[in-house]
């Protein structure tokens, strides 16, 4: 089982990135995947998660309306639009799948 997180990179405030989590070595279809952000000096935080049957769950208010999860399971993939972003939304993003994580990939929102 693997999971690769990427799309990070730097981007000013206001603007908007996409993270993919490629999945491989089980069917993606059956399972939900989490994201989470942990922000330099403070412990991981869970953002959102996506459902294996789509629904999405909000666990961090600060990132409703701004960040949307979706999966392409043809893909075994799972997206992460930001929009919106802030300064504050800096970190390494992560994604998880039961006991499997990523790798994290860097994100760094200028002011």
């Known amino acids: 089982v693997q999971l690769q997180a990427s799309g990070g990179g730097l981007v000013q405030a206001g603007g908007s990135l996409q993270l993919s989590c490629a999945t491989s070595?089980?069917?993606?279809?059956?399972?939900?995947i989490v994201w989470y952000r942990q922000a330099p000096g403070n412990e991981r935080e869970g953002l959102l998660c996506?459902?294996?049957?789509?629904?999405?769950?909000y666990y961090e208010d600060s990132v409703k309306g701004r960040f949307n999860i979706s999966r392409d399971n043809d893909k075994n993939t799972v997206y992460l639009q930001m929009n919106s972003l802030k300064p504050e939304d800096t970190g390494v993003y992560y994604c998880r799948s039961s006991n499997y994580w990523g790798q994290g990939t860097q994100v760094t929102v200028s002011s």
């Open positions: 996506i459902s294996g049957s789509g629904i999405t769950t």
């Open positions: 070595g089980f069917t993606l279809d059956y399972y939900g």
